[in-house]
């Protein structure tokens, strides 16, 4: 017969199956003692029956049970409650029958004699994941209600960055290890200031960067742990590395992939232990550093080739953030234009209002290989060329032009019947435009079209590649 215990302080409601009177009557008392609510049965067909009616946020069961045993057990409720966490209890002469139960969903298995603090550790693991879930899908819910266009330093609307701002809330206020993934260009160096600012306790501590990629394996192993006078040719006195500068607050490894095999291992001693050895010492030094890692390289493929140690893969990848390319997010480009026009006029201490409709448009419809990074450095170059108060597309790089005037459809092997026809109309714009000495606004209002009209045309026709003077010398 099933025993209930009255539920205490809103803890989860646990199952515990087994055939053995003693060790479910023992086990209920130490789980409800912690303040758990607990349900018995002695085997598993009264636990299907009690599942049917109520609903457990744990079970425990044992393996070897008459009839329905605990893998048979476990297939059931995989069935019809997946996420329900199962824990199966064992003997050690059945311990393989349990890791094999592991691949048909168990979340974990404990051996009999059941030590009390074992099996409240467990518990509390599930617990803590299952509060991760919840606030998970409250910050989403948030997250519904409202969006933010930026967060500290990092500007972006989109679903994807607001994602992204809510993971670094919750992991705000711990120290575990971040792998940030995303390619060139992405803000991956943004994100990682974000991470350490976020975190009220540590802002003001210090923020190291390492570039790992820029450096040689001896020089990088140098830059992160330091070395001593005569540890190599050259090194002419003590340094101090970048782990110890970072101590008590952040570093910053960028292109964590380019780690040799021997540097690998000695990161991985610093995430395990906190420790290391400058270069040609034999005195550990003991630092406590959160590391925060970057990588536009896949991982998990480098590890396949014997690249990339899969244990350091494990501990890096304990929070893991996914940055978007620019053209995933192109809902967020005119709120990236606007911060970067800002930036750029006011140092280079030019007035720039913002774009022109056409100009906008061309950057909607580029895809932006390089991400972030290149629509700031088309925009800094935008201004720096720019005559007026407004950029317009004659202001953006050639290949920006070329690729919008491509975007129109133009087919350059036009019939000669259709060339018959336009090469009057080209003439009568690029008179236009001599008439106007290249004054476009003058132009279209001749022409009785809009610029935007005439800008496509000059696109059409491949007046825009060599200026004015070309069309003079026509």
């Known amino acids: 017969m099933a025993k209930f215990n009255a539920k205490l302080n809103g803890h989860a409601h646990i199952l515990i199956v087994d055939d053995e009177p003693l060790i479910t009557r023992s086990l209920s008392e130490v789980l409800a003692l912690s303040g758990y609510s607990v349900t018995t049965a002695c085997d598993g067909k009264e636990a299907l029956e009690l599942l049917k009616k109520y609903m457990m946020d744990i079970v425990i069961t044992d393996i070897r049970m008459p009839d329905i045993d605990g893998i048979s057990l476990l297939k059931n409720i995989k069935i019809t409650s997946p996420e329900t966490p199962v824990i199966l209890m064992t003997g050690y002469g059945s311990i393989e029958s349990a890791v094999e139960a592991m691949r048909y969903g168990a979340y974990d298995y404990i051996t009999k004699p059941i030590q009390d603090n074992e099996i409240k ?7 803590q994941a299952r509060k991760l879930l919840d606030e998970n899908k409250l910050l989403k819910e948030q997250l519904c209600a409202s969006s933010k266009e930026r967060f500290l330093d990092i500007v972006g609307k989109s679903l994807s960055m607001q994602k992204i701002y809510t993971l670094i809330e919750a992991i705000a206020t711990t120290r575990a290890t971040v792998l940030i993934h995303g390619e060139s260009g992405t803000g991956k160096r943004m994100i990682a200031h ?29 830059e992160l742990f330091g070395h001593v006078k005569g540890a190599y040719t050259g090194a002419i006195k003590d340094r101090i590395g970048r782990f110890e500068l970072a101590d008590g607050g952040s570093i910053f490894l960028d292109e964590i992939d380019a780690f040799s095999p021997a540097l690998q291992v000695k990161l991985l001693r610093v995430l395990q232990e906190g420790e290391f050895e400058r270069v040609g010492d034999t005195k550990t030094v003991k630092v406590d550093v959160r590391v925060i890692a970057a990588t536009n390289q896949d991982l998990q493929h480098l590890i396949s080739n014997g690249k990339f140690r899969k244990d350091l893969y494990y501990r890096l990848n304990i929070i893991s ?35 022109s409709k056409q100009a906008l448009e061309i950057l909607m419809d580029y895809n932006w290989p390089g991400n972030v990074r ?41 019939l000669n019947l259709r060339q018959a026809l336009q090469d009057p109309e080209k003439d009568i714009i690029i008179n236009a435009l001599n008439t106007t000495s290249g004054n476009r606004n003058e132009a279209a209002r001749i022409l009785g079209i809009n610029r935007t009209t005439l800008y496509k045309k000059m696109c059409k026709f491949g007046l825009l590649k060599n200026g004015a003077e070309a069309i003079k010398r026509r």
Do not use: W, Y
């Open 321 to 355: 953030i996914e940055l978007p390319q620019l053209k995933q997010r192109k809902e967020d480009i005119p709120i990236l234009v606007d911060e970067f026009l800002k930036k750029h006029s006011q140092h280079l201490k030019k007035k720039i209002e913002g774009l």
């Open 121 to 127: 550790i467990v518990i509390e693991r599930i617990m």
């Open 374 to 414: 290149e629509l700031e450095n088309v925009i800094e170059r935008s201004v720096i060329l720019s005559k007026g108060t407004t950029i317009i597309p004659e202001d953006f790089p050639e290949f920006l032009q070329n690729t919008a005037c491509a975007n129109l459809g133009i087919d350059s092997l036009n």
């Open 194 to 222: 974000a991470i350490h600012k976020c975190n009220e306790f540590e802002r003001d501590k210090p923020f190291v960067e390492v570039s790992c990629g820029a450096l040689t394996e001896t020089l990088l192993e140098s």
